[in-house]
């Protein structure tokens, strides 16, 4: 079972920072947190993963809480092509090592 | 390096017959993973492969299987079609069991 909550859809103006959050409080001390995004009909695409300290990519930014029960997820400059649904997935022994996609929090990018 | 590649992209069957679909994973990978999405239940895990053998089954039922070859790529087949079985399959690679994931474009299936 998904071990994330999301919003279920969230909002952001274009050229500015999309800032996606996700609860996992009871994600356990060896479980990886993962962001996936689905542009819509279209297979996962993988954006970033992380286990305790902040981690950032070309794609975007992932900042951990200390106690690690919640993530952010940051697009620093929100663009049209950012619209689709972003998946905050737990993986570790305690899921299964499986990927398990809740419902996602579907963004919209205005323009 | 080339992507996850899944074929036929898209498929019309109608009940009662069975479907082969095909995932050839990114070079070097080992573990293929196929996954079933509806718009009802959203993404769903089918199974996993890892070295030809299954390490991992969603909850689905027997009409449900799949394989994996020695080159890694993998199939996996659906028998007996129903209605619900209408869907995007997605299958994903990644280099080990529980690690980064990384997906095809998927199959369409629809069931008439």
């Known amino acids: 079972d998904a071990k994330t909550t999301q919003p279920t859809s969230m909002d952001c103006a274009e050229g500015r920072a999309a800032n996606l959050p996700c609860n996992h409080s009871?994600?356990?001390?060896?479980?990886?947190v993962y962001w996936y995004r689905q542009i819509h009909s279209q297979g996962p695409q993988y954006i970033i993963h992380g286990l305790k300290n902040n981690e950032t990519n070309e794609m975007a930014s992932l900042i951990i809480t200390e106690d690690r029960k919640s993530s952010t997820l940051i697009l620093p400059h929100a663009t049209l092509r950012d619209t689709a649904v972003y998946y905050c997935?737990?993986?570790?022994?305690?899921?299964?090592?499986?990927?398990?996609f809740g419902t996602g929090t579907s963004l919209t990018v205005i323009p | 390096k080339a992507g996850v590649t899944q074929t036929p992209r898209y498929l019309i069957k109608t009940r009662g017959q069975q479907v082969t679909l095909s995932c050839s994973p990114i070079?070097?990978?080992?573990?293929v993973s196929w996954y079933q999405q509806t718009p009802g239940q959203g993404l769903q895990f089918l199974f996993e492969?890892?070295?030809?053998?299954?390490?991992n089954k969603g909850n689905f039922p027997g009409r449900f299987s799949g394989r994996q070859f020695s080159n890694s790529r993998s199939e996996m087949n659906v028998s007996t079609l129903e209605l619900g079985d209408s869907a995007l399959y997605l299958c994903?690679?990644?280099?080990?069991?529980?690690?980064?994931?990384?997906f095809g474009p998927g199959t369409r299936l629809l069931v008439l």
């Open positions: 997935i737990a993986l570790g022994a305690n899921t299964g090592n499986q990927f398990y």
């Open positions: 492969y890892f070295s030809e053998t299954q390490r």
């Open positions: 070079s070097g990978h080992r573990s």
């Open positions: 994903a690679s990644s280099l080990q069991v529980a690690e980064t994931q990384y």
């Open positions: 009871t994600i356990s001390g060896n479980e990886y």
